[in-house]
């Protein structure tokens, strides 16, 4: 009976790795995008941005449904295991007998933090451009409409710096 059960926890772990290996896989993929995204933003590319934003959902829905299959597979291990409570990647590893299917799950497991960690530094970083970019744009068009409150100084023929008031949008600057 303990040799069915040792061969049902393998084949459950072999599923659980297949899992993890395609969830690396398609992280992978997310971070390829995300990289793609910022070289078009930096390259005002609309068309390759749309297509960067189509492929990334398609790839979140990906990942959220392996996501879930790992989580069943990861509960239906544990209970086989006898695992009680909270437990994780690396619980699960360390009480699999098989040595070689436990390192498996740890290094597909820390392959996979890894990932996450780089896409989400990569989304955050594309925000952050995303938002300055938006920024910039905002105040060229306050300039252009001549809505900005900031002051700029202007020298009298004295040389004595004098503050003006700007009077409208202008798209050339009358100082010398």
Known sequence: MRTAESRTILENSGELCHL???????????????REEYAHM???????????????EILVGEIWNHEQLR????????????LQGDFTL?????????????????????????LIARAKEANT??????????ER???MKRNALGMNNNTKENYSNSGVRQPITEQGGRLLSTEA
Do not use: C, P
């Open 90 to 114: 690396t619980r699960i590893a360390s009480a699999i007998a098989s040595a070689t299917e436990s390192e498996k799950l740890k290094s597909a497991g820390a392959a996979l933090q890894l």
């Open 137 to 139: 744009i905002e105040e």
């Open 125 to 134: 970083k594309n925000m952050e451009f995303a938002e300055k970019s938006i």
């Open 42 to 56: 930096a390259a005002v590319d609309v068309k390759g941005l749309l297509e960067s934003a189509q492929t990334k």
């Open 71 to 82: 989580l069943r597979a990861a509960e239906k291990i544990a209970r086989e295991l006898g």
């Open 20 to 34: 993890l290996d395609k969830l690396v896989l398609l992280h992978r993929n997310l971070l390829d995008v995300l």
